[in-house]
């Protein structure tokens, strides 16, 4: 099973992300700002996976968690892992590729994994089916149950009837002369009556024993009727008690929200009985609620007149034929065992520390800071509390370093495989135990780390961020690797945030390196760990209101970046142009992509300076070679755009590249792509050399070549002069009266190019 997608309802900020699509190569990437709800959604991820969570993770309105995952897989697996499916399940399974499972959690945070998508769908059917078919016979039972009612107390009326007929004859008659009557000989009351007063009477007498015989034919019906209503008494009660056993569990997560503490570590005898209770009284409901079912058809056939043997065995047939062996429930516990293992790596627990209790690894301390690197560590080792219980210290030591040596060439190779680096780092650790100063503590053994290169032996914390974050992030590897054998998909959080951009950049090496292992989910918001040319890899995740914290968040696919915040899109816009550029790339304007940054600015100051007020964002590239791939995505995003391109032999080279592969659709397709006169080798040479020398460089020099000749000879700061330029225009420092009659005209010669553009 290899996860394809994912949707999250209810967790922290999140109230539904729609389904969202991964990357089927594996790497997929959650870009954001901090508080935007990337990290929200790695934890739902292994919530799913763990079925764990805490009163943190809900909403205000404390909604309860919902998450599906949904996967991939061959076409015929889910028949073979499932037995005995019948015929019509049998159909459905074989034909599907994808299996989806939805993780729901109860007021008490235990949880139910249960199919959905198609085949919930079908079981949903069957159960609807059982559910109108019980619902006729119910109706009918019912009514039966109605009628028999009917019967009896026609029965007590007739009884009150008889007496007055006989009080009427015999005023002194007390209560049991009724039954005395019955007995022709006694009293002579029957000779009393009136003509009229015999024949109601006899009247009577007839209807009753018609019913009393009926109500005998029925007492199978009516027995059956009196364990109905019991079980529909206690069913109603047990919902009761489980509505009110709600409430309280709501009231108390209510208090617990601000604790950030796990349900499950709570010991208040009080709250374990509240547990316990609202546990046993689900059960019981479920029990309640499959006996009243069963015992719904099963009357349903003695109202045809069969045995109570009978009954049973055709309620039996029922079942079997409205209703499939497997329930959602079931199945969802049946294909979650082969879901592939979910891993979170975040810094506080994975990076490794420099000491750590081994008391805190033995009883699975997971507060204690490097936890998990340690257990990483001493898994991969094979490393387990016996190893360190050996009496002789040499033996000890000896076994101890011949460890230390296999991990470190173990990590040395993945070192220079993944990230290209030679460098010979060596990983080692003692067992050393606390001297008298540490007062409690003494005499107590604990694990000691140290990372080693060609120079002196540092604690890990004394090494780069670097070099500990990628030796934590190879243990984590492997020691995933070495506790399953499933897949394994690892969720990141931020990775290397801390990091050099050389580093950043290792990271996303690593990625490569592994993802046709290991499935990779991580957040960032730094461009250096983006990969722009694969955009299909990018989830953009915001706040919907991102001026307001409590705001939900919001997904955006790969398709629907457009309409993401500038904040949000940052990494992207710092890797394919200008990381100052504020406004974003627009939808009700038209994005004019040009060359680079310095082009930004220099565009910048002339709209100023002419007061040009179309409606045009100006979208700076890094380059010009990231040009084709900007145009590439504007169009994916449904955006209008232009490309401005100067007059130099590589411009016009992209320019002819332009017009064969993006811009022959349509005859005004071709208006979007403006060259320049050649004379404009670039954007700086739309300034005289006297205004060029004046007001950007700001020197007397003589210039007897182009000023972007000039600027590239030199090599001088082009992004830097330009903008410079641009803050003295908006400064009022320099204005349209500063320039010289040529750079004007050069300026109307763009605006005119610009207004073009419609």
Request: proline residues 3%; aromatic residues 8%.
């Amino acid at each position: 099973m290899k996860l394809c997608a994912f949707r999250i309802r209810n967790f922290r900020s999140i109230t539904d992300t729609g389904w969202q699509n991964l990357s089927a190569d594996n790497i997929t990437c959650l870009i954001g700002q901090n508080e935007s709800g990337k990290t929200s959604i790695l934890e739902g991820l292994r919530s799913f996976y763990t079925g764990s969570i805490s009163e943190d993770v809900l909403r205000s309105d404390l909604s309860l968690p919902e998450i599906s995952c949904r996967f991939n897989v061959n076409r015929g697996w889910l028949t073979e892992v499932t037995e005995n499916p019948g015929a019509e399940l049998k159909e459905l399974l074989s034909e599907l590729t994808t299996v989806e499972l939805t993780r729901n959690w109860l007021p008490d945070f235990s949880s139910t994994i249960k199919v959905s998508g198609r085949i919930s769908e079908y079981l949903n059917s069957l159960e609807n089916a059982w559910g109108l078919y019980l619902d006729e016979v119910k109706s009918k039972f019912e009514n039966e149950i109605e009628e028999i009612n009917r019967y009896k107390q026609r029965i007590e009326e007739i009884k009150s009837l008889k007496a007055e007929i006989i009080r009427k004859a015999d005023p002194s008659a007390g209560k049991g002369m009724v039954s005395r009557l019955f007995r022709r000989t006694q009293g002579g009351l029957i000779d009393r009556l009136s003509a009229d007063q015999r024949h109601s009477l006899n009247e009577l007498v007839r209807e009753e024993e018609s019913l009393n015989k009926t109500l005998t034919g029925k007492q199978v019906i009516a027995g059956a009727g009196i364990e109905y209503k019991s079980l529909l008494n206690k069913l109603e009660e047990t919902e009761r008690k489980l509505n009110e056993l709600e409430s309280i569990l709501e009231e108390y997560h209510q208090k617990m929200t601000l604790l950030l503490m796990p349900i499950e570590k709570h010991e208040d005898p009080e709250w374990t009985k509240v547990l316990e209770d609202f546990r046993n009284s689900r059960i019981e409901k479920e029990k309640l609620k499959s006996t009243l079912e069963s015992h719904i058809a099963f009357s349903g056939y003695l109202m045809e007149g069969r045995s109570a043997e009978e009954a049973q065995l055709l309620t039996l047939e029922a079942m079997r034929r409205y209703k499939s062996q497997y329930t959602s429930e079931i199945l969802g516990r049946k294909y979650f065992e082969y879901c592939p293992d979910v891993v979170m790596f975040e810094d506080f627990g994975s990076l490794l520390p420099n000491r750590i209790d081994l008391e805190d690894i033995i009883t699975g301390n997971e507060q204690v800071e490097g936890y998990k690197a340690a257990r990483n560590f001493l898994t991969l080792a094979k490393l387990d509390y016996s190893f360190f219980q050996q009496p002789s210290s040499r033996i000890l030591k000896q076994k101890i370093e011949n460890l230390n040596n296999t991990l470190t060439v173990n990590f040395q190779d993945f070192w220079q495989q993944s990230i290209g680096r030679n460098n010979k780092i060596k990983i080692q650790f003692e067992l050393d135990h606390y001297s008298l100063s540490f007062g409690d503590k003494a005499g107590k053994p604990y694990l000691e780390f140290w990372v080693k290169d060609s120079g002196e032996r540092l604690y890990p914390k004394q090494r780069s961020r670097g070099v500990r974050w990628f030796l934590s992030f190879y243990m984590e590897l492997k020691a995933s690797a070495m506790r399953s054998t499933k897949p394994i998909v690892l969720l990141v959080d931020e990775p290397g945030i801390s990091l050099h951009a050389r580093a950043q950049e290792d990271v996303l090496k690593v990625f490569e390196d592994i993802k046709d292992r290991i499935q990779i989910i991580y957040t960032t918001h730094s461009p250096h760990l983006v990969d722009v040319n694969k955009m299909h890899r990018i989830l953009a995740v915001q706040r919907d209101d991102l001026d307001n914290l409590k705001s939900t968040t919001r997904v955006l696919d790969p398709l629907e970046l457009a309409s993401a915040s500038p904040d949000t899109l940052s990494p992207l816009q710092n890797i394919m142009g200008n990381p100052h550029f504020s406004e974003g790339f627009a939808s009700n304007r038209l994005n004019l992509i040009v060359n680079d940054t310095g082009t930004f600015y220099l565009l910048s100051a002339i709209i100023h300076v002419t007061g040009f007020k179309g409606k045009i964002s100006i979208i700076p590239s890094t380059d010009v070679s990231s040009i084709p791939l900007m145009c590439n995505i504007l169009m994916g995003w449904g955006l209008k755009f232009a490309v401005l391109l100067f007059g130099n032999d590589k411009e016009r080279k992209l320019a002819e590249y332009l017009k064969e592969n993006l811009f022959k659709t349509e005859e005004k397709d071709s208006d979007y792509l403006i060259v320049t006169d050649p004379g404009f080798l670039n954007a700086e040479d739309l300034l005289s050399t006297l205004d060029f020398k004046n007001h950007v460089l700001k020197t007397r020099e003589g210039i007897t070549i182009p000023n972007s000749v000039y600027m590239e000879e030199k090599e001088l700061p082009r992004s830097f002069l330009l903008s410079r330029l641009l803050s003295d225009v908006r400064q009022g420092k320099i204005g349209a009266g500063d320039f010289d009659e040529e750079t004007n005209e050069n300026f109307r010669y763009l605006i005119d190019l610009l207004i073009g553009l419609k």
